[in-house]
């Protein structure tokens, strides 16, 4: 079945890019997903990627798709702390089911 | 526009009595969702309605959970006999093309 993976912990410094990673196992996924659920909120669409694309930059985001190996990566420039949160990585094929990733905590420290 | 709505919002119950947690979804989402998270823990997932298609209910952690989808709209999540162990927020998703739209959660306390 699918599944999806991340590490669960990463911390940065202020200022600092961080860099959050995912593997996937579905080679058929079609759309790739980045969630973000800050502390005690619910998760919200943070961005996405369509599988026939590599990248995806949107502002401080970026994207990354590599498709042979099955990994997505986000990376934020300048980190803030309010980007404290946990983000979630998922994945889909069109119409089906949602999977996501465990999520990994990311704490920013001033 | 309205989102994705779920009462209560909290509910503390006793061990051992059932409860009943609703998820009302966005209007014309064909797939409802339910998940489980535990404090400080990532989602898990419980079961999976499209359309008219039979759920999926590979996520149910035993048989004391079930759920229902109503002509395609509202959900009820029932939880039978409820053990400490199944203190978490629930939270109900819905979708349409792509994106997911999670609702707030209900915060379920069993003591």
């Known amino acids: 079945g699918e599944d999806v993976e991340q590490s669960l912990f990463l911390s940065v410094r202020e200022g600092d890019s961080s860099v959050i990673n995912c593997t996937y196992t579905?080679?058929?996924?079609?759309?790739l997903y980045w969630y973000k659920q800050e502390p005690g909120a619910g998760l919200q669409l943070l961005t996405y990627?369509?599988?026939?694309?590599d990248m995806k930059q949107d502002q401080r985001l970026t994207v990354l798709l590599n498709k042979k190996d099955k990994h997505l990566s986000l990376r934020i420039a300048d980190t803030q702390t309010g980007d404290s949160a946990i983000y979630f990585c998922?994945?889909?094929?069109?119409?089906?089911?949602?999977?996501f990733g465990i999520g990994t905590k990311l704490q920013v420290i001033p | 526009g309205a989102g994705v709505s779920q009462s209560p919002s909290n509910k503390v119950t006793e061990k051992g009595k059932d409860v009943e947690l609703r998820c009302d979804p966005i209007?014309?989402?064909?797939?409802l969702y339910w998940y489980r998270q535990s404090l400080g823990q990532g989602l898990e997932f419980l079961i999976y309605?499209?359309?008219?298609?039979?759920?999926?209910k590979s996520g149910l952690p035993s048989d004391r959970f079930s759920a229902e989808r109503t002509g395609g709209s509202v959900s009820t999540l029932t939880i039978q006999r409820t053990q400490q162990e199944d203190s978490a927020v629930y939270l109900c998703?819905?979708?349409?093309?792509?994106?997911?739209?999670f609702g707030p959660g209900t915060r379920l306390t069993v003591t």
């Open positions: 998703a819905t979708s349409g093309a792509y994106e997911q739209y």
């Open positions: 579905d080679s058929s996924s079609t759309y």
């Open positions: 990627i369509f599988s026939n694309m």
């Open positions: 998922a994945e889909s094929i069109a119409g089906q089911k949602v999977t």
């Open positions: 209007s014309g989402h064909t797939a």
């Open positions: 309605f499209q359309g008219n298609s039979a759920p999926d």
